[in-house]
């Protein structure tokens, strides 16, 4: 799970240090500097002070015996943090992304909420969110798509050459790990790009980055490695207990 933390960091980086190419219209490393910096500094400024401003939050919820207490300030939370990233210049995925590692039940516990709620997750309070935002966003990525480049030679070549280097990519990872663990479940673990690849490959396309031969071909990577990963994921594990 912290290897595919660090992964995703290292990919907000890179969408980071691309956005800023492009908003400048020209490679300048003292730009590309920059922007590396200030993504560090915010990722590494929110996860220092954000519990403290996330508990302040509470307490000043908590005192007006907000009844939501825990859905209102997890996702006023999350807004504030997307909306702070793209005041810096950073993708607002950057900051919903770093206030996703920081929320935590445990911030509750001492905030007067109804009892009913006490054994209520965060999770389980915005899940009606989910249920009903996730569906849109996949249909937007889907829309995006045309069906017929799958059918394209190019697109497929794209696409083969781009699940080699996922799954490849993703199993070298594993040999860094130490002996006892199982390297191979790793790998196969971090395989899929899921949803966090089909928004870097959203934004690269608003950007221009991204035309819609190479949208479809890591679409088609991302369905293949999520796909993939499961089975192999619990033939590894299987494996490694026998």
């Given at each position: 799970l912290g290897a595919a933390v660090m992964d995703d960091i290292l990919g907000l980086l890179m969408l980071s240090i691309v956005s800023s190419i492009i908003v400048s219209g020209s490679i300048n490393?003292?730009?590309?500097?920059v922007t590396?910096?200030?993504?560090i500094?915010?990722?590494?400024?929110?996860?220092?002070?954000?519990?403290?401003?996330?508990?302040?939050?509470?307490?000043?919820?908590?005192?007006?015996?907000?009844?939501?207490a825990k859905m209102f300030t997890s996702y006023l939370f999350v807004m504030v943090l997307a909306w702070l990233a793209n005041l810096v210049g950073l993708a607002t995925i950057i900051g919903a992304f770093t206030a996703g590692l920081i929320l935590n039940d445990t911030f509750f516990r001492h905030c007067r909420i109804p009892k009913e709620e006490y054994n209520v997750s965060i999770k389980s309070?915005?899940?009606?969110?989910?249920v009903i935002l996730v569906p849109i966003f996949f249909v937007l990525m889907g829309i995006q798509v045309k069906l017929e480049a799958f059918f394209d030679s190019q697109v497929l070549i794209m696409a083969a050459g781009l699940l080699v280097a996922a799954i490849a990519g993703k199993l070298a990872c594993g040999l860094g790990v130490r002996q006892k663990v199982n390297r191979l479940a790793i790998g196969l673990g971090m395989m899929p790009r899921g949803e966090v690849g089909l928004i870097f490959a959203a934004i690269g396309k608003s950007l221009g980055v991204i035309n819609d031969a190479l949208f479809s071909a890591v679409v088609l990577t991302?369905?293949?490695?999520?796909?993939?990963?499961?089975p192999l994921l619990k033939l590894a594990l299987r494996s490694k207990r026998d």
């Amino acid at each position: 799970l912290g290897a595919a933390v660090m992964d995703d960091i290292l990919g907000l980086l890179m969408l980071s240090i691309v956005s800023s190419i492009i908003v400048s219209g020209s490679i300048n490393l003292l730009n590309i500097l920059v922007t590396v910096i200030l993504a560090i500094l915010f990722i590494g400024g929110v996860l220092f002070l954000g519990p403290y401003l996330l508990r302040f939050t509470i307490r000043l919820l908590c005192k007006l015996d907000l009844v939501e207490a825990k859905m209102f300030t997890s996702y006023l939370f999350v807004m504030v943090l997307a909306w702070l990233a793209n005041l810096v210049g950073l993708a607002t995925i950057i900051g919903a992304f770093t206030a996703g590692l920081i929320l935590n039940d445990t911030f509750f516990r001492h905030c007067r909420i109804p009892k009913e709620e006490y054994n209520v997750s965060i999770k389980s309070l915005i899940m009606p969110l989910e249920v009903i935002l996730v569906p849109i966003f996949f249909v937007l990525m889907g829309i995006q798509v045309k069906l017929e480049a799958f059918f394209d030679s190019q697109v497929l070549i794209m696409a083969a050459g781009l699940l080699v280097a996922a799954i490849a990519g993703k199993l070298a990872c594993g040999l860094g790990v130490r002996q006892k663990v199982n390297r191979l479940a790793i790998g196969l673990g971090m395989m899929p790009r899921g949803e966090v690849g089909l928004i870097f490959a959203a934004i690269g396309k608003s950007l221009g980055v991204i035309n819609d031969a190479l949208f479809s071909a890591v679409v088609l990577t991302v369905i293949v490695t999520t796909l993939l990963s499961p089975p192999l994921l619990k033939l590894a594990l299987r494996s490694k207990r026998d």
